[in-house]
């Protein structure tokens, strides 16, 4: 018997379930709270400046050099500088 595939997660607005893959996966939002997902968003759902605000933040992430928490989950912190800038 084959397993059925878990969404990752549910709107908080509309419970419409977030699935990886999905055409619009890109376009949801998610909210972090000390680097861990604590919220996600559906485009339907969105108001263009949260959607502007996430645009930003995701630009000031530095992914490459997140640290996991015990269960795997990247935890990132903002991006200092431009990618290759050496200044203190």
Known sequence: ???RARPIGHCSRCTRACWKG???FELWNGTM???VLVALVCPGCQTSQEHLV???REATLDYAGADHDAQGR????PRLGAPG???D
């Open 1 to 3: 018997m084959a397993r």
């Open 22 to 24: 999905a055409d619009d």
């Open 33 to 35: 709270d000390r680097g």
């Open 54 to 56: 996430a645009e930003v």
């Open 74 to 77: 990247p935890i990132v912190g």
């Open 85 to 87: 800038d050496t200044r």
